[in-house]
């Protein structure tokens, strides 16, 4: 796999300089780089590693990604110079006109570039990035995650249906994924789910009928809270910095047994109480716990056998900590004057 790594990045080089037109670059940059592109194609392999070897396997991703991204930078600001340059040389200019700002290149949405951080932090860990429809079925988004028909945590999402398609749902959390995960790659398994989700919510400046979220899933002999607890402060840590601290307090989700609701220290009042914490010096960012069995075996998984924990983060609910949005319908509102201050 490392030489698959090594072999995509050297194609990429040798293709970027034979491109000049912007639009060609963009096109083969999401060949390689893009959800379906080659190198996450390669990625979805690292299931069958050894741990060690994912680690250095993820590493390596995170180098070439980095360079094939350098690479498409250099080309693309050498393809709109000489763009610009060959228009200039046969454009008559036009002095009575007024002058027209250039509308400038656009940039990635405040959810992606969080999103995109967090898939190369846990990349680095070995872990896979997974993806699963939008439109899911209602066996694969509740009745393979512990929630059949008669389970009453169905009453606690609303869920859009498709009218005239019954057994047909908008999904309501990337958690669908993981149940395909364990049944196409099996065992052991390094796993995280972005995406986006939908409940049939009245909005308001908390409330969003679409929203982000990012699962993830570890299973393998011997998994414990404590292995799961480890993550989870590297993620904290990684986002809101080395000091952060990490608490769990028992809750109830239908799909882990035991729950935990993950909380991390105020990065704002640093523990201290502030408007932000209301004055409890925590955040609440994430649900988690260790895999029910019922979950496991919907998976192909023996729960006798095997163990393994889950978390979940709302993405939407990070980007609004960290750039400090008071309003949720602000980022799917497609305001050009609010996205432009990211």
Same mark, same amino acid.
């Given at each position: 796999?490392?030489?698959?790594?090594?072999?995509?990045?050297?194609?990429?080089?040798?293709?970027?300089?034979?491109?000049?037109?912007?639009?060609?670059?963009?096109?083969?940059?999401?060949?390689?780089?893009?959800?379906? *592109? !080659? $190198?996450?194609?390669?990625? #979805? &392999?690292?299931?069958?590693?050894?741990?060690? =070897?994912? %680690?250095?396997? *993820? !590493? $390596?991703?995170?180098?070439? #990604? &980095?360079?094939?991204?350098?690479?498409?930078? =250099?080309? %693309?600001?050498?393809?709109?110079?000489?763009?610009?340059?060959?228009?200039?040389?046969?454009?008559?200019?036009?002095?009575?006109?007024?002058?027209?700002?250039?509308?400038?290149?656009?940039?990635?949405?405040?959810?992606?570039?969080?999103?995109?951080?967090?898939?190369?932090?846990?990349?680095?860990?070995?872990?896979?990035?997974?993806?699963?429809?939008?439109?899911?079925?209602?066996?694969?988004n509740f009745t393979t995650l512990n929630i059949p028909p008669t389970h009453p945590a169905r009453d606690m999402q609303d869920t859009f249906y498709i009218e005239g398609y019954p057994g047909l749902v908008m999904r309501t959390h990337t958690s669908p994924v993981q149940i395909r995960a364990m049944r196409k790659w099996g065992v052991p398994l390094r796993m995280v789910a972005p995406g986006r989700c939908f409940r049939n919510e009245s909005t308001d400046p908390r409330h969003e009928h679409t929203f982000h979220q990012l699962e993830g899933m570890v299973i393998d002999k011997g998994i414990s809270l404590a292995h799961m607890k480890g993550v989870l402060e590297r993620v904290a840590q990684h986002l809101y910095g080395k000091d952060t601290k990490v608490r769990m307090r028992p809750k109830f989700y239908p799909f882990v047994e035991p729950g935990v609701n993950g909380e991390v220290t105020c990065f704002l009042c640093k523990g201290e109480g502030c408007r932000l914490c209301k004055k409890t010096g925590w955040l609440e960012i994430f649900g988690a716990g260790m895999v029910h069995p019922s979950v496991l075996r919907e998976g192909g998984v023996d729960p006798k056998e095997y163990s393994g924990f889950a978390f979940g983060f709302g993405l939407t609910r990070l980007v609004m900590l960290k750039y400090g949005i008071d309003d949720i319908r602000h980022l799917e509102s497609g305001d050009i004057r609010f996205l432009k201050q990211f």
């Open positions: 796999m490392k030489e698959q790594l090594r072999q995509l990045k050297e194609e990429f080089l040798c293709l970027v300089e034979k491109v000049t037109d912007p639009e060609a670059l963009e096109t083969l940059k999401t060949e390689f780089l893009g959800r379906k *592109g !080659k $190198l996450n194609a390669i990625m #979805k &392999e690292m299931a069958s590693l050894a741990v060690d =070897e994912r %680690r250095l396997v *993820g !590493k $390596l991703a995170n180098e070439v #990604k &980095e360079a094939i991204e350098a690479s498409y930078g =250099e080309a %693309r600001g050498k393809a709109e110079k000489a763009k610009k340059a060959e228009k200039a040389g046969w454009e008559r200019i036009d002095v009575t006109q007024p002058i027209i700002p250039e509308r400038g290149t656009g940039h990635l949405h405040p959810v992606t570039q969080v999103q995109e951080e967090l898939e190369d932090l846990f990349t680095s860990m070995g872990f896979m990035i997974a993806d699963g429809p939008e439109l899911e079925s209602d066996y694969f």
